[in-house]
T-cell receptor, first 109, second 124 residues
Framework: SFELTQPPSVSVSPGQTARITCSGD??????ASWYQQKSGQAPVLVIY???KRPSGIPERFSGSSSGTMATLTIRGAQVEDDADYYC????????????FGGGTKVTVL | EVQLVQSGAEVKKPGESLRISCKAS????????INWVRQMPGKGLEWMGT????????NYNPSFQGHVTISADKSISTAYLQWTSLQASDTAIYYC?????????????????WGQGTLMTVSS
């Protein structure tokens, strides 16, 4: 089965750059998307199709993908970016199945 | 404005049945698939399954196959997640999410709008 692997945690000082990686064997063939989940809230889409930003998401959020790794970058991290971040992609079997990475806790302090 | 509004929190006993709902508004419901996602206490997100409301096509994560049923009623723009026999291990928050397809076949997709979540507690 298709799996996505993320680091459990990333720490960054305010104003610095945070990078969160997501690795998976099918990522060269599939798009990745990224979701931010603050404590007690529903997830919010922050990046889709590897590097597209939905309306309303700050420009400091960007995405990239190369080979088997997708990356979410937060440039100039703010205290309000403190949250869990999940990558997501779809399997290549043609069964319309999705899979999430295990999540990365980003601490901004 | 796209909105997905889920039914309220539930407290159930093991062995009981339950159906939770996700009512969509602000878009043409049959033209977007709906996914369900589980989040167990203190844990990450798990993709459970999908439904195409226009055709009632469903597919499930093998880990949930046979334990839950996903359905939809186009006439009231509502998707459902159903259990016939709950277990304590079903205690979790359940989210519905709208699917944005990156291709006509929808083999690549994104979850662009999410419901607020339904907390389900199963305890004797």
């Amino acid at each position: 089965s298709f799996e996505l692997t993320q680091p459990p945690s990333v720490s960054v000082s305010p104003g610095q750059t945070a990078r969160i990686t997501c690795s998976g064997d099918d990522l060269p063939k599939k798009y990745a998307s990224w979701y931010q989940q603050k404590s007690g809230q529903a997830p919010v889409l922050v990046i889709y199709e590897d590097n597209k930003r939905p309306s309303g998401i700050p420009e400091r959020f960007s995405g990239s993908s190369s080979g088997t790794m997708a990356t979410l970058t937060i440039r100039g991290a703010q205290v309000e970016d403190d949250a869990d971040y999940y990558c997501f992609s779809t399997d290549s079997s043609g069964n319309h199945e999705g899979v999430f990475g295990g999540g990365t806790k980003v601490t901004v302090l | 404005e796209v909105q997905l509004v889920q039914s309220g929190a539930e407290v159930k006993k093991p062995g009981e049945s339950l159906r939770i709902s996700c009512k969509a508004s602000g878009y043409n419901f049959p033209t977007y698939w709906i996914n369900w996602v589980r989040q167990m206490p203190g844990k990450g997100l798990e993709w459970m399954g999908t439904i195409d409301p226009s055709a009632s096509y469903t597919n499930y994560n093998p880990s949930f196959q046979g334990h839950v049923t996903i359905s939809a009623d186009k006439s009231i723009s509502t998707a459902y997640l159903q259990w016939t026999s709950l277990q304590a291990s079903d205690t979790a928050i359940y989210y519905c999410a709208r699917v944005y397809c990156s291709s006509p076949s929808c083999y690549d997709f994104t979850l662009d709008y999410w419901g607020q979540g339904t907390l389900m507690t199963v305890s004797s």
